[in-house]
């Protein structure tokens, strides 16, 4: 069986051709809404025709973005938002982009180009957010978050968030407010509510899980009193590409999203497998996020787990949960990744590997690395001579929400 896998989004956007063995019992787990049509430029220009009316008067605006951890292809979007900006008069020099980098690397010329395209770093002003200065406070939330936010970003009158609207493993979703927290807060702000407050928290922080998630409620808190006008928010398949936008308020776009999202990220397993094959598109350097998916999804005997994350750029460097010596942390490091009880192998096929950057994926006893997904294949292929191994093939375990017909999704990271 040939499977193809879309792979290395923001580097090439290259298709990873998976080849199993036709004896293996081999499930690969669609999601249910990679069936819904790509969306049209109509589409796009009809959710932001309504902006037209609400630029009116503003001097200055900031459009606040999401970085290249994340699967919005804003480079898409851009050109029918530009054309509102024309309709509505506004001037380029009106008009700066902030990188909502939360607590990630800053982008580099090329990075800014793959997520918004040549023109706008050519016309407009592009600035990365710096969580460790020039953010202003406005005191705190009711869960006792520091509101501290980016000043170019209230500097400005008229302030617009574009991502995308995808499971997120505590907030329940990433989108909406999440643009402005934790994407433009100050790294203590962020330090106490992806720290204290999650802490606080566990049982009730889950992906998919939105309904009385004090993380939510909190970030909602946050991003009203930091007063982001209006959200764009796509719905993207296990190939970034995105079917359905909400433009409005991003307390509209929850209205609007929280309930199709689970439908549209939902993923039917028909049983517990042997092998998991769980590609990382979407998300791809933060590939660790699919080993929480597919540990789920293993017999309760144990099996392998094969991850695909084979990007040139690595795992994402991250001054809150990142590792920068031997014994050197940041502030909200939880050390190397231990291993799920039910993992007994992990595979991980990678033409980049990165010593230093391996602790996302586990410790280093408990992976296996390969450069060819072939040979992995051959060894599983070994290891299972003699009985016909189950197999699940995951198109983007970052995304992913699973189901069972008798039960709930899977805790996704």
């Known amino acids: 069986m040939n499977i193809a896998l879309k792979h290395n989004l923001w580097s090439g956007e290259e298709t990873i051709d ?29 959710a932001l ?16 973005f999401d970085d290249l951890s994340r699967p919005t292809r804003t480079y898409q979007i851009l050109p029918y938002l530009l054309e509102v900006f024309e309709k509505a008069e506004i001037r380029d020099e009106q008009v700066r982009f902030l990188c909502a980098l939360g607590t990630h690397i800053p982008f580099d010329n090329v990075a800014f180009r793959r997520k918004l395209g040549e023109e706008v770093l050519e016309r407009f002003a592009v600035y990365n957010h710096n969580p460790y200065e020039n953010c202003e406070h406005l005191g705190q939330t009711a869960l006792g978050t520091p509101i501290m936010v980016n000043k170019e970003f209230l500097a400005c009158d008229f302030r617009i968030g574009i991502g995308s ?30 720290g204290t407050l999650l802490n606080q928290n566990l049982e009730v922080c889950r992906s998919g899980h939105y309904s009385h998630n004090p993380l939510l409620n ?4 946050f991003g009203r009193k930091a007063r982001l006008d209006v959200k764009i928010d796509v719905l993207v ?29 939902g993923t ?3 049983g517990q497998a042997d092998v998991v094959f769980v590609n990382t598109f979407a998300k791809g350097n933060e590939a660790t996020i699919g080993l929480s998916l597919a540990a789920a999804l293993l017999k309760d005997e144990g099996g392998d787990v094969v991850l695909l994350a084979d990007v040139p750029q690595g795992q ?3 001054y809150l949960f990142g590792r920068f010596g031997h014994d050197v942390w940041g502030r909200l490091a939880r050390g190397e990744r231990i291993k799920e009880d039910r993992i007994k192998r992990i595979f991980v096929f990678s033409q980049h590997r990165d010593a230093a950057g391996s602790f996302w994926f586990g410790k280093k006893e408990d992976l296996l690395w390969y450069r ?30 699973a189901s069972w017909p008798e039960s709930s999704c899977a805790r996704i990271g």
């Open 316 to 318: 994402v460097v991250h």
């Open 237 to 265: 398949t296990t190939e970034a590409e995105s079917i359905d936008i909400c433009v409005g308020t991003p307390d509209e776009v929850y209205a609007r999203f929280t309930d199709n999202a689970l439908p549209h990220y």
């Open 18 to 46: 998976l080849k199993l063995p036709d004896r293996w019992n081999v499930n690969i787990l669609k999601m249910a809404g990679d069936d819904r049509p790509v969306l049209a430029a109509d589409g796009y220009r009809k």
């Open 218 to 221: 909190d970030l909602k808190e």
């Open 49 to 64: 025709a309504p902006l037209n009316a609400q630029l009116k008067g503003k001097r200055e605006i900031c459009i606040v």
């Open 268 to 270: 039917y397993v028909p």
């Open 372 to 401: 060819d997904l072939a040979q992995i294949v051959r060894v599983l292929d070994e290891d299972y001579k003699g009985r016909v191994p189950d197999v699940h093939v995951i198109p983007d375990g970052t995304i992913q929400v």
């Open 165 to 194: 609207f995808v499971p997120h493993g505590f907030c329940g979703y990433g989108g909406g407010y999440k643009i402005v927290m934790p994407g433009i807060a100050h790294v203590d702000s962020i330090t106490y509510h992806h």
